[in-house]
C-alpha cells in the first residue's frame, strides 16, 4: 500500500505547474469582481452624461412626434427611419457602452492579466459525467456560491429597503408636487439606491476574488512525488545526469592522459600531487598544465610520463600551488612564472647535454 501521506498536496506549486494551469486557462478569477466593475462603470457613466442622454432622446421623441402627422411611411422608409433610430441610438448610449466595455476589459486583465487559450473551448466528457456533476453539486465550490448568492439577495434587498425607508417621510407629497421634480426625485432615489448596492456588492466581490485565489492556490498545490517527478522532466533524470557526467569525466580523463607524452616536465609532490605542463615558444604566451591529477590519477600521469621519456622534477609546494590554480588547459599564473622558468630551464639543458652525448657517441660509431 502506497504511504497516503507521500501524496498529500502540502508543497507549494512550482513556476511550471503554474504556467501548464494558465495555458489551460484555469486562473484565479472572480466573475463578481467583474460584475460589480461593469455595473460602476454604467453607473458612473449614466451620472456623467445623463443629461445629454437625456437631451438627446427627449429632442429626438420632439421631433418625431412633432411630425409624426406629416409622414406617410412606406415599407423602405420605414426601414429608413429604424435604421437611423438604430443609429441614434448608439450614438447616444456610446459613452455607456464604451465605459461598460472598458470596465469589463481592465477588470479581467488586472485579476490574470492578457491570456488566450483555446483548451477552455475544447469539449470534455467529464463535464456530462453525471457523477462528476454530482461531486460538483455536494463541492465546497458550490456551497459557497450558494451562500455567495444568498449574501447578494439579502444585502440588497437590505441596501434598498433602507434606503427607501428614509425617503418613506417624502413619497406621499410626491403627488401635490410637478411631475418633472418628482421623476428628478424618483430618478435621484433610484440612484442612491442602485450606487449603494453596488458599493455593498464591491464589498462581496473582494471577498469572492480573496477565496478564489485561495481556492485557486489550494487546487495548484503538488504532492512531494509530483514535485519529484516534476524535477525530473524538466532538469531531467538524476541518475541519467550522473550517468552522463561519468561518461564526461571519463572521456576528459583520456584527453588528458593522452596529452602527457607531448609534456616537458611532470612536476610531482611526490606521491600525492602530479601536474604535467608544455611549453612551446611563440605559439604559447606561458607554460601551460595539460594533464594534473592526485593520489591513483597522480601515479597514472607519472607512469604514462616516464614510459614517454618525460622527466619527472619533485617540488611539492610547486605541485600544490600548480593543482589548486590552474585548471587543464590553462597558462599558469604570474607569481610561480619564476618557479616554474627555473625548472624548465633546468629541464631543456638536461635535454640538450642528452642530445650532445647522443651525437657524440654517433660520431664515434660513425668513425669506427
Not at 19 to 36: P, T, W
Not at 150 to 168: I, Q, R, S
Not at 279 to 288: C, I, L, S, V
Not at 303 to 310: D, S, T, W, Y
Request: aromatic share 8%.
Amino acid at each position: 500500500m502506497s504511504d497516503k501521506g507521500a501524496q498529500d498536496k502540502t508543497e507549494k506549486p512550482t513556476s511550471r505547474r503554474r504556467q501548464k494551469a494558465r495555458e489551460k486557462g484555469q486562473v484565479a478569477k472572480s466573475a463578481e469582481l467583474a460584475s460589480v466593475s461593469v455595473l460602476m462603470a454604467g453607473l458612473g457613466a449614466l451620472y456623467l452624461f445623463g443629461g445629454y442622454i437625456y437631451n438627446q432622446i427627449s429632442g429626438m421623441l420632439r421631433h418625431i412626434l412633432s411630425t409624426a402627422a406629416q409622414v406617410h411611411l412606406d415599407s423602405a422608409e420605414m426601414g429608413n427611419l429604424s435604421t437611423t433610430i438604430w443609429m441614434f441610438f448608439f450614438q447616444v448610449m456610446a459613452p455607456v457602452m464604451i465605459a461598460v466595455v472598458a470596465a469589463a476589459l481592465l477588470a479581467n486583465l488586472a485579476q490574470v492579466g492578457f491570456i488566450m487559450s483555446g483548451q477552455r473551448l475544447m469539449p470534455d466528457l467529464k463535464k456530462i459525467n453525471p457523477l462528476s456533476g454530482f461531486k460538483r453539486w455536494i463541492s465546497l465550490r458550490s456551497v459557497v456560491d450558494m451562500v455567495k448568492n444568498v449574501a447578494k439577495l439579502f444585502v440588497v434587498g437590505w441596501v434598498a429597503y433602507h434606503t427607501v425607508a428614509g425617503e418613506w417621510d417624502i413619497l406621499p407629497t410626491l403627488g401635490d408636487t410637478d411631475i418633472m421634480a418628482a421623476m428628478v426625485y424618483v430618478v435621484g432615489v433610484c440612484f442612491r439606491i442602485f450606487w449603494r448596492c453596488v458599493l455593498a456588492m464591491l464589498v462581496l466581490a473582494l471577498l469572492d476574488w480573496a477565496y478564489q485565489k485561495y481556492d485557486y492556490e489550494k487546487n495548484l498545490k503538488m504532492s512531494k512525488q509530483e514535485v519529484k517527478d516534476e524535477y525530473k522532466q524538466s532538469e531531467g533524470d538524476p541518475m541519467v545526469k550522473s550517468r552522463i557526467r561519468s561518461i564526461q569525466r571519463e572521456a576528459t580523463k583520456k584527453r588528458m592522459m593522452a596529452a602527457v607524452p607531448q609534456a616537458d616536465v611532470v612536476i610531482t609532490n611526490p606521491t600525492h600531487y602530479a601536474v604535467a605542463l608544455a611549453y612551446e615558444p611563440g605559439k604559447m604566451e606561458a607554460p601551460q598544465v595539460v594533464a594534473k591529477g592526485m593520489n591513483r590519477i597522480a601515479q597514472k600521469i607519472k607512469q604514462i610520463a616516464i614510459e614517454a621519456g618525460v622527466p619527472l622534477i619533485e617540488d611539492r609546494a610547486l605541485a600544490q600551488s600548480l593543482y589548486k590554480q590552474v585548471e587543464v588547459g590553462g597558462s599558469i599564473p604570474y607569481d610561480l612564472y619564476e618557479a616554474v622558468a627555473t625548472i624548465l630551464a633546468h629541464v631543456y639543458r638536461s635535454k640538450d647535454r642528452q642530445q650532445d652525448v647522443l651525437r657524440a657517441q654517433q660520431a664515434r660509431s660513425a668513425a669506427r
